[in-house]
């Protein structure tokens, strides 16, 4: 593997549970990309795409580039070991939970 511009080997450690990755050691490298998506249909404002689009620049006028920026893409690189890439992989094939659950009134158990 070739070590990239400035990337330290001796201290590396796993991303998610901080166990040390010395240099020669089996890792595993996770490159994320999170993008804002588009589904192609536009809506037409109730206030009238003018005062939208006005509103629109008043905001990124007010903004912080770097915040616009990362509402729109963001890339992260993690360095896993063995044990957390594996968890990894296998919450993203068969996440456990399914879609996030709302809970409304009070749980069955008593804490």
Not at 15 to 30: A, D, H, W
Not at 38 to 66: A, C, R, T, Y
Request: proline share 6%; net charge negative.
């Amino acid at each position: 593997m070739e070590q990239q511009a400035g990337e330290d080997l001796k201290g590396r450690k796993c991303f998610r549970c901080g166990k040390e990755l010395p240099p020669g050691s089996l890792i595993y490298v996770t490159q994320i990309r999170v993008f804002a998506g588009f589904d192609g249909i536009l809506l037409e404002p109730e206030e009238g795409i003018e005062q939208q689009l006005e509103h629109l620049l008043k905001q990124v006028e007010e903004s912080n580039p770097e915040d616009l920026e990362k509402e729109v893409y963001q890339e992260f690189t993690l360095i896993l070991c063995k044990s957390c890439r594996d968890r990894l992989v296998d919450e993203i094939e068969h996440p456990w939970e399914g879609p996030f659950q709302i809970r409304r009134g009070p749980g069955r158990f008593i804490h």
